[in-house]
Each structure stands twice: as structure tokens, then as C-alpha cells.
């Protein structure tokens, strides 16, 4: 707020505090101009509050953060903002217009890919929400006059067999290496063995800690703020995947490991290597996310039901479940026999 005073000499002080701010001070012959000055000054403070940038950190704490734990896609939604933030700078977010969004719009899509531009616009329209509503921001929802652009298709490529053993292969020379049980196997050719083998997420596997395993009832168990849907659910576990946590958990039985994440790499880190493995493999058209849409359309295949097929997955819904496995009409055919 701004206090305003006048001196001996006949002037006048005005002096603007704004928490968070280092206090602003300066002396004028009349009070019109010490008043517009604090005005000036309170809109600028207020300007440098409510952009991309200032409010970007709040809002992953307070919209994606539980019980002081980051939620599932976290990291997706941080990085969506930097991107935002990018292009709309300084800019308040009460000046950020349809145009704005519209400009935004062409110029990503010469650079990301149209699903990619839709996500960081859906979050855009979200973020303006929750500023307007959780902190006050005299601003609108300005993506909605905007089109977006088409979603991309749902990706049905899945790896086959070969294909996986191609890429642990090519995996191996990443610089990140395990101890213990695995020592000299890199942490992202354990991280895609488990994708393979559970069909968790990236996220999932990366906050993965001893704590979490039962090796007894063969699961591992998610905390609603570890998952993308943010409920808590159970991921059975195959022999491949119970062996391998067996040894990346050997050595760290004390109770001073139980809660230390069997993983140091970094989202980014492991979709690099896989991307990496995939083009030295020359293998095109998959991500490591394409992990779980194999898996899921393997156990499928397999003969496991919808509802043993959304244990695994955790999908509560069939028809997103449905979108993630690609069976073939001629594995259908063997199981009617």
C-alpha cells in the first residue's frame, strides 16, 4: 500500500510497500504527482504478480502438489509452463488476449506437434481459470474463443519382442549405472524392463521406493499423489519385474533406505535414452510411453479380462483402456478355438 506525507519543506514523500517487494520511496513538489507516482508503482508490482511466471510456482504447489509430495504428471505440467512462459514473458495475465493465444498457437505448431500445442493450451486455459478464481486475477479465459488444434491419434504402434531385446541392447551404454544386484546395468534398461513387464508410467517407475514393494502379495503399491488420475492403486507384478526389484531393493533393507527412490535419473534422461536406443535400433514411430501400450495389448492377447487388464493399467475407464490395447483380429481368432 502507499503512504504519503508531507515534509517540512513543503514537499511530499510517497512511499509504496508491497510484501514481497523491497519498499519503493520518492519526494514530489505536489501531492498529484507522489499519488500518481504510488499508482503507478502498486499497478507495476501488481503486473510483475500475476504473469505466467510469478503465479507458475504457486499453482504447481497448490494444484499439483499432496501432502508436500509432487502429483503424477508433475513434471509434464512444469514443463508446460516454462513453455508458456516463454512467449508470454512479463505480460500480465489480465493483458493476455484471444489474439495472444492465437499467436502463441501458430508459432509453437512450426516447432511441437499439434497434440503437444493442445496440452500446453488446455493448461493455459486451466491456469487463467484458477488465477481468476483461487487468487483473484481480474483475467478471463482467452483460450476459449481459440481453436485448438486437432488431437493426434492415438498411438497404435507397439514393439514387438525383437524389438524390445534390440533396444535393452542398445540401452546398456547409458552413463547412469546401478549397484548391488545390478551393478554395471544401466538404470534406464531396468526402468524399460519394468515399463515392459508392469505397464506403470514414467513417473510411476522413477518414484519407486522400497517402501512401496510388497514381495510378498507381488505389488507395488501407488500413493493417490503418484498417479496420473490421482487415486491409489495396486500394480501386480511379474516374475521378471518381482526378480528385478528383488535385486535393485539388495543392500537397502535398513529401515534409512527404505524411503530412497531406486532411480536417479530424470524423466527427460530416460525418454532421451530410449528415444536414443530407438534410433540406433532404427526403430520409428515409438516413445517410451509406447512401453505401456505394449504391455497392456501383450497381457490382452494373453487372454487376461477387462478387469484383470485394468488392475494392471489402473484405467477407469474401458474406453481409454480400450485406446491402449491394440489386439490383433488373428490373436482374437486363436482364442476362440
Not at 133 to 145: L, Q
Not at 173 to 202: D, F, V, Y
Not at 204 to 215: G, K, Q
Not at 266 to 271: D, F, G, L, Q, W
Amino acid at each position: 500500500m502507499a503512504t504519503l506525507r508531507k515534509l517540512p519543506s513543503g514537499k511530499w514523500n510517497a512511499q509504496v510497500r508491497i510484501k514481497g517487494h523491497p519498499t519503493q520511496t520518492k519526494t514530489f513538489f505536489t501531492i498529484e504527482e507522489a499519488e500518481k507516482w504510488s499508482s503507478d508503482c502498486e499497478e507495476k508490482f501488481k503486473r510483475s504478480e500475476s504473469t505466467v511466471k510469478a503465479l507458475s510456482l504457486v499453482y504447481l504447489e497448490e494444484v499439483l502438489t499432496k501432502n508436500g509430495k509432487p502429483r503424477g504428471g508433475y513434471d509434464s505440467i512444469r514443463n508446460r509452463l516454462v513453455n508458456l512462459d516463454k512467449h508470454f514473458g512479463s505480460t500480465s495475465l489480465e493483458k493476455i488476449t484471444s489474439e495472444n493465444v492465437a499467436t502463441y498457437k501458430v508459432e509453437r505448431l512450426k516447432k511441437a506437434a499439434n497434440g503437444t500445442v493442445r496440452l500446453e493450451l488446455q493448461l493455459l486455459s486451466r491456469f487463467l481459470r484458477w488465477a481468476a478464481s483461487e487468487k483473484g486475477v481480474a483475467c478471463n479465459d482467452v483460450v476459449k474463443p481459440v481453436r485448438l488444434p486437432e488431437a493426434g491419434k492415438p498411438r497404435d504402434k507397439i514393439l514387438t519382442p525383437l524389438q524390445y531385446q534390440m533396444i535393452l541392447e542398445r540401452v546398456e551404454t547409458c552413463r547412469s549405472k546401478l549397484s548391488g544386484g545390478l551393478q554395471g546395468m544401466s538404470e534406464a534398461k531396468a526402468i524399460i524392463i519394468l515399463a515392459w513387464e508392469t505397464a506403470m508410467r514414467r513417473g510411476e517407475i522413477l518414484a519407486l521406493t522400497p517402501a512401496m514393494i510388497d514381495f510378498r502379495q507381488r505389488v507395488i503399491h501407488l500413493a493417490d499423489h503418484q498417479t496420473k488420475n490421482a487415486e491409489a492403486r495396486d500394480v501386480p507384478l511379474s516374475s521378471t519385474a518381482l526378480d528385478l526389484l528383488k535385486s535393485l531393493c539388495e543392500g537397502k533393507e535398513e529401515e534409512r533406505y527404505r524411503h530412497t527412490k531406486l532411480f536417479s535419473l530424470r524423466p527427460y534422461s530416460v525418454s532421451q535414452a530410449f528415444r536414443r536406443a530407438c534410433r540406433e535400433a532404427r526403430i520409428e514411430g515409438v516413445c517410451f510411453h509406447s512401453l505401456r501400450h505394449t504391455c497392456i495389448t501383450r497381457y490382452a492377447e494373453k487372454g487376461l479380462n477387462t478387469i484383470q487388464l485394468q488392475c494392471i493399467s489402473g484405467h477407469k475407464d474401458i474406453t481409454m483402456l480400450a485406446r491402449y490395447s491394440h489386439i490383433k483380429a488373428s490373436s482374437v481368432a486363436a482364442l476362440m478355438e
